[in-house]
Each structure stands twice: as C-alpha cells, then as structure tokens.
Nanobody
C-alpha cells in the first residue's frame, strides 16, 4: 500500500504563492493518477487538480484555472501543486490523492489512497 504525505502549506497573504508537495512511499506512483483536493471547515472536499501518469493530461477546477499548476516527478515519487495569486477562498486543508487507473478522475470517491493533508491559510 502506498502512503502519501503532503507538505508546503502555511500562512500567506492574499496575492501570495505557495508550492505544495506530495511524496509517496511504499510503492511507485508511475502508474497512478494523482490529484489534489481541498476542504474548508464545514464544507465538502472539492476537486482542485489532477494529472495523468506522465503528466501529459491535466485538469483543473474552474476556480483555480490560470492560478494553480499541477506537476509530477515520477523518479522522485512526488506530485506538486504550485499556487499563485492566492485568495482567501483558497483557504483549507489540501489533500493529495492517488488511484491506480489509466483514467484521470476528478471526484473524491474515485480515489482510494489519501494523504493526511496540509493546511493552507490565506489572509484577506
């Protein structure tokens, strides 16, 4: 079983940037579709971005298009989320997720491996 650990979260002012990282242990992610989700207190976990095995296909939530970039480095068993022009509504716990499938998936129910999350707080 692959374990995922997120890092890179923190406190940032509106307009700032952060880069989140997710490292996998216990197995390779080379045949794993990877995604990022976020969840604010009292709200549902929502899709942010997803990436195919080799990074050739990416998907983004409309709310983050043009501001966030997902990428991966399979040799290092890592996936990243670069976040620019952050807004207060981006605040939440960000989760890294994976699924061994050839189809890029964008809902929480379609992923079966999750990290514990990293907190991102954007001040107004």
């Amino acid at each position: 079983q692959v374990n995922l650990i997120e890092s890179g979260g923190g406190f940032v002012q509106a307009g700032g940037s952060l880069k989140l990282s997710c490292v996998a242990s216990g197995g390779t992610i080379s045949t794993t579709v990877m995604g990022w989700f976020r969840q604010a207190p009292g709200k549902e976990r929502k899709f942010v971005a997803a990436i195919s095995w080799t990074g050739g296909t990416t998907y983004y939530a409309d709310s983050v298009k043009g501001r966030f970039t997902i990428s991966r480095d399979n040799a290092k068993n890592r996936v990243y989320l670069r976040m620019n022009s952050l807004k207060p509504e981006d605040t939440g716990v960000y989760y890294c997720a994976g699924r061994r499938t050839t189809r890029v998936v964008t809902t929480p129910q379609e992923y079966d491996t999750w990290g514990q999350g990293t907190q991102v707080t954007v001040s107004s």
